[in-house]
C-alpha cells in the first residue's frame, strides 16, 4: 500500500501524452501515431531498458558488489530528469502544433 501513490504519480504522464499524441495528427492517422508511440514507448522502456540496467548492474558489481543493482536503478531513474525537460522544452510548441 506504501507503493501505491508513487506509482500512480509515476504513470500520470501517460494519459496527457496519448492525448497530445492523438491531437497533434489528422484525425485519419491518430490510431497509427498512437500505435507507433505505444510500440516505441515498450520497445525502448520495458525491452532495452531493462537490459541496459541488468548490464550497467554487472558494470558495477566490481565497484558496490550485492549493491550495483541499487546504483544502476538509481542511475536509471535520472531518465525521468530528462524526460521532463524534454516534455518541458516541447510544451513551448504544443499550442502551435495543435490540431
Known sequence: MIFVIPVALGLVWLGPTI???QH??????RALASA???FINNLIGL???TVIIGALSDA??????????????LAGTSF??????LFALSSRRLERDWE
Open 60 to 73: 558495477l558489481t566490481a565497484r558496490f558488489g550485492a549493491e550495483s543493482l541499487r546504483y544502476a536503478i
Open 24 to 29: 497533434l495528427v489528422p484525425p485519419n492517422m
Open 47 to 49: 525491452g532495452l531498458g
Open 80 to 85: 525521468y530528469l530528462l524526460s521532463a525537460t
Open 36 to 38: 507507433i508511440f505505444l
Open 19 to 21: 492525448s497530445a499524441v
